[in-house]
């Protein structure tokens, strides 16, 4: 296991042959298994599903129908990071803001991140961004919002530092409630 994780890490966006794999990782110790990246999402139907067993199935019929939902990362060919990243209009209410010459349907959500703990500390949480970003920049999209908090905030960590978007190149444009902030990147 040589080279720098940047290196090490591929990515991949989730679909239905990639469910293996993200239940793999989401159910590996101190994955998501328990929201299954759901917190911002609804059903297909639009309810949302209030049990772990109910999020995993929700996400699974994302996965089966082809809604974008993130990507994947892998080193040595196992996953082993997450990264929830899809139009924003595939989430529930983020907080996030219109600002003018945009084209709502080109603004994409970045709203989770996992990395497995032995991966953290090494640059991994930036790598994944930037995966993310070139991912959305390919998919078409105008700019991506983030919705993450201050290092010393004791909720929606899952979503990020603020200072790891500044350095990536994000401005903020407002708030969501009382812990998030709205960060943006332009794409295009």
Known sequence: MSGSLADRLRFVAVDRSRWPDLET????????????????????DGTRPTDSKGRKQALHDRASHGVPLGLL???????????SIAPRNTYRALGGVDLQGDDPNRIWSLACFFLKREFRGAGGMRTLLDA?????????AQAVEAYPVDPDSPSYRFMGFVPVFEKAGFEKV??????????????A
């Open 25 to 44: 990782l989401f159910e590996s110790r101190g994955g998501p298994k328990t929201c299954w990246c759901m917190v911002w999402r609804t059903r297909l």
């Open 73 to 83: 990362g892998y080193a040595d060919d196992k996953p082993v990071a997450w990264c």
């Open 132 to 140: 993310a970003l070139e991912h959305a920049r390919r998919e078409g």
């Open 174 to 187: 407002g708030r969501a409630g009382a812990r998030r902030h709205v960060l943006r990147c332009r794409l």
